[in-house]
């Protein structure tokens, strides 16, 4: 299971930290991650790192202003210089393929809502 916190109301130009405990699976065997999604769209990508850590990804979206980590079977996405168009319902996901792309995911945390407000 994931359960996701953290989400909230802030300015644009702030930050927030989400994070994703992890429990019931072995952690280390999963690449780990975020989507998220506003209403009428699709779940995107935002985020990712690689089970060892060796490598993260991001969406051009938030590339220099989102940093994901993963230590002690939770990651967390640190979010800086919010945009009001970062608004969204944020997902974290867990993953044994190599493919880190919604239809891949084996298992979601319940979304945590992320306000920025211009």
């Known amino acids: 299971q994931l359960q996701a916190s953290g989400g909230g109301l802030v300015q644009a130009g702030g930050s927030l930290t989400l994070s994703c405990a992890a429990s019931?699976?072995?952690?280390?065997?999963?690449?780990m991650g975020w989507f998220r999604q506003s209403p009428g769209t699709e779940r995107d990508f935002v985020a990712a790192?690689?089970?060892?850590?060796?490598s993260t990804h991001y969406a051009d979206s938030v590339k220099g202003r989102f940093t994901i980590s993963r230590d002690n079977a939770k990651i967390t996405l640190q979010m800086n210089s919010l945009k009001p168009e970062d608004t969204a319902v944020y997902y974290c996901?867990?993953?044994?393929?190599?493919?880190?792309?919604?239809?891949?995911?084996?298992?979601w945390g319940e979304g945590t809502l992320v306000t920025v407000s211009s």
């Open positions: 996901a867990a993953t044994t393929s190599r493919w880190f792309t919604a239809n891949s995911m084996n298992y």
């Open positions: 019931g699976l072995t952690f280390s065997t999963y690449a």
């Open positions: 790192i690689s089970l060892n850590e060796g």
